[in-house]
């Protein structure tokens, strides 16, 4: 056990490469960040950012003093070429997102599948992910679930929502605070829902009930945040 609870230095690899570290961050809990993440983020010699002033604001509550860069959907290739050929050359380098675990509905698959193809050590730093933290308590069976992401806001809405009715088992899908009722309204008026707001922060809150009675509870309080929203499957009692 001893053994298990040492975190292992960030090492050169043999082939004289660095390597590319996936870090998950807080959904909102700060206490959430592992003592791993931490070291991981310590020891890297660059932090590939969605937004370097989110995670800037993190990386000062924990006095960590690392360079950054944004990475994002809108990078172009010289910027993933940057990021490759500093992998090459040894350096260390940390992936986050805003909140939670990088490439889970997150545009940070790019960096991945370059580093992948450039036979880069590619190692996961695992914590805080809002869709398992939502399946997690939705007493639905989770032994075989599909996640959906963001469902699209105008063109394939329909169809996007049209194949979700036809899938049986679990499903977990985010939403936004300007549009969740307009999505809620679009599921499966018959199968129960689990809807968490605000995963891990202050305000968290869990509504659970059919689509009709979930809304009403949600015109009764408050709207803002993110959502995580998880159906039943199909004849779930």
């Known amino acids: 056990m001893e053994q298990l609870l040492k975190i292992q230095p960030?090492?050169?690899?043999?082939?004289?490469?660095?390597?590319?570290?996936?870090?998950a961050t807080p959904i909102g809990n700060l206490a959430d960040l592992s003592s791993r993440a931490i070291a991981t983020l310590k020891a890297s010699d660059l932090i590939c950012a969605e937004d370097t002033r989110v995670?800037?604001?993190?990386?000062?509550?924990?006095?960590?003093?690392?360079?950054?860069?944004?990475?994002?959907?809108?990078?172009?290739?010289?910027?993933?070429?940057?990021?490759?050929d500093q992998l090459k050359s040894g350096k260390s380098i940390s992936v986050v997102?805003?909140?939670?675990?990088?490439?889970?509905?997150?545009?940070?698959?790019?960096?991945v599948a370059r580093a992948v193809a450039e036979g880069i050590s590619i190692i996961p730093i695992p914590g805080p992910s809002a869709l398992i933290a939502a399946l997690s308590i939705s007493g639905f069976a989770a032994d075989n679930f599909t996640?959906?992401?963001?469902?699209?806001?105008?063109?394939?809405?329909?169809?996007?929502?049209?194949?979700?009715?036809?899938?049986?088992?679990?499903?977990?899908?985010?939403?936004?605070?300007?549009?969740?009722?307009?999505?809620?309204?679009q599921l499966p008026p018959d199968r129960l829902l689990v809807v968490c707001r605000e995963?891990?922060?202050?305000?968290?809150?869990?509504?659970?009930?059919?689509?009709?009675?979930?809304?009403?509870?949600?015109?009764?309080?408050?709207?803002?945040?993110?959502?995580?929203?998880?159906?039943?499957?199909?004849?779930?009692?």
């Open 97 to 111: 997102t805003d909140a939670g675990t990088p490439n889970i509905s997150d545009p940070g698959g790019q960096l």
């Open 147 to 185: 996640f959906l992401g963001f469902p699209p806001h105008k063109k394939g809405r329909e169809t996007y929502f049209r194949n979700l009715a036809l899938i049986e088992h679990t499903i977990v899908l985010y939403e936004a605070t300007h549009r969740i009722e307009k999505t809620l309204a």
């Open 199 to 237: 995963l891990t922060k202050l305000h968290e809150t869990t509504y659970r009930g059919l689509a009709a009675e979930v809304i009403a509870e949600l015109e009764q309080g408050s709207k803002k945040g993110e959502f995580v929203i998880v159906v039943a499957p199909i004849g779930w009692k």
């Open 10 to 23: 960030l090492q050169m690899q043999p082939n004289n490469r660095g390597q590319l570290f996936i870090v």
């Open 55 to 84: 995670t800037g604001g993190l990386l000062s509550k924990f006095d960590l003093k690392v360079k950054m860069m944004t990475v994002q959907q809108h990078s172009d290739d010289s910027v993933l070429n940057d990021v490759i």
